[in-house]
């Protein structure tokens, strides 16, 4: 079965500082993958995905995400976070019967101190 | 719409009660999804439309939910004889039609309807 874990609950970073959230699934072929931001009170908005192609992702707000099938991996990157990036990122994939059906990870909790 | 509205925003019920949730997608989205978002559980499919092919109801916890959707477009899901359990934040989506792999086709996300059961 598809699964999509995030091995990091919270996370606590200084604006400013270099930011990696990870994330590994488990899927038995070519992976549709994305990430996802909630703010609180929010619903939840796409930073990037990933389909084919070039395994680095750009996304919104200056976001990025490498997929490595070797390690059956898609983490999100950003070089220098800012206070606003505090919310609940959520890393899926898209399940085996090809609805569109989005298998989510736990989440991970993003905290940024001034 | 611009975007998926849902409503309530925010709904407060007494246990036993029956609770109806609403869901307008983006225009031209033939695609539906229905999650629900509570502590610990992360987020779960409850229920998926497409177009008129038969729903699935793989993700729905129980025979006291349901969910319809009239005309392809407006989606009610509906939670009868409301448990505490239930309380959470249930989450619609919806997409284009076209295969998955399409650039443009990923999920919108609404922003949500609270659920709280007394």
């Known amino acids: 079965a598809q699964s999509v874990t995030q091995p990091d609950i919270h996370i606590t970073v200084s604006e400013g500082a270099s930011l990696e959230l990870r994330c590994n699934y488990s899927y038995g072929a070519t992976p549709y993958l994305f990430w996802y931001v909630q703010s609180p009170g929010q619903g939840l908005q796409l930073l990037l995905k990933?389909?084919?192609?070039?395994?680095l992702v750009q996304g919104i707000k200056g976001f990025e995400a490498e997929f490595k099938r070797s390690q059956s991996s898609f983490n999100l990157r950003k070089p220098s976070v800012h206070w606003s990036d505090a919310a609940e990122y959520f890393c899926a994939v898209v399940g085996i019967s090809n609805t569109g059906k989005l298998i989510f990870g736990q989440g991970t909790t993003l905290q940024v101190k001034p | 719409g611009a975007g998926v509205s849902q409503s309530p925003s925010n709904k407060v019920t007494e246990k036993g009660k029956d609770v109806e949730l609403r869901c307008d997608p983006i225009s031209g989205h033939t695609a539906l999804y229905w999650y629900r978002q509570s502590l610990g559980q992360g987020l779960e499919f409850l229920i998926y439309?497409?177009?008129?092919?038969?729903?699935?109801k793989s993700g729905l916890p129980s025979d006291r939910f349901s969910a319809e959707r009239t005309g392809g477009s407006v989606s009610t899901l509906t939670i009868q004889r409301t448990q505490q359990e239930d309380s959470a934040v249930y989450l619609c989506a919806s997409r284009t039609t076209g295969g998955v792999g399409s650039g443009a086709n990923v999920l919108t996300f609404g922003a949500g309807s609270r659920l709280t059961v007394l």
């Open positions: 990933y389909f084919s192609g070039d395994t």
């Open positions: 439309f497409q177009g008129n092919s038969a729903p699935d």
